[in-house]
C-alpha cells in the first residue's frame, strides 16, 4: 500500500511540475517558479492550496502581481492556489529577511530558472542562515523559526 501511495504522489509531482514548466514556457515574463509550502515539503493535503513564487523580468512592478496573478492563475481553475511574484535579480537582493522569505529559501523547489541561479542562490542563503543559529523548529504540523536572540533581525551577506 505504501508503495501505491509513493507512486501516486511522484506522479502528481511530476503533472505539476509538467503544469508549472509549461507557465514558464507559455510566458516569456516568467525567469523562474518557486514552489514552496505544504506541497513542496511533501505534506499537502488534498485541502492544502498551493505555494508559488513567481520571479518575473521585463514587467513594471507598479503593474506586476495583477498581470502575473492573471497569466498564472488561470492554468489553475479548480485548485486553491497563492501567488507570490517578485522581480527575478531582487530576489537576490534581499538584505533584512522576512519569516516568509526564509520559509521560501528554505521549502523551496525550484521548478524553472531562466538563468540558473536560483539553486545555488537557496543552498547559498541555507547554509548562512544556519551559520548565524536560525533554527527551524516543528510542534505538530507547524513550524516556527528560532533565532539566537528573540527578535533578533538576520541579515544576509550573501
Request: with cysteine; glycine share 6%.
Amino acid at each position: 500500500m505504501r508503495c501505491i501511495f509513493q507512486l501516486y504522489r511522484r506522479l502528481i509531482g511530476e503533472t505539476l511540475r509538467e503544469k508549472l514548466l509549461k507557465i514558464a514556457l507559455e510566458n516569456s515574463f516568467v525567469a523562474g517558479i518557486i514552489l514552496f509550502g505544504s506541497v513542496a515539503r511533501g505534506e499537502g493535503t488534498k485541502e492544502s492550496d498551493m505555494d508559488l513564487l513567481i520571479l518575473w523580468e521585463g514587467l513594471n512592478p507598479d503593474d506586476s502581481y495583477s498581470y502575473v496573478y492573471r497569466n498564472v492563475s488561470r492554468y489553475f481553475p479548480r485548485e486553491s492556489v497563492t501567488i507570490l511574484d517578485m522581480n527575478y535579480f531582487d530576489f537576490f537582493k534581499v538584505e533584512d529577511v522576512t519569516t516568509l522569505y526564509i520559509n521560501i529559501i528554505w521549502d523551496g523547489v525550484v521548478i524553472y530558472d531562466k538563468h540558473g541561479k536560483l539553486n545555488d542562490f537557496l543552498v547559498k542563503v541555507k547554509n548562512e542562515l544556519t551559520a548565524k543559529g536560525v533554527e527551524r523548529k516543528k510542534v505538530g504540523k507547524y513550524y516556527y523559526w528560532k533565532l539566537p536572540k528573540p527578535g533578533q533581525k538576520v541579515k544576509l551577506e550573501v
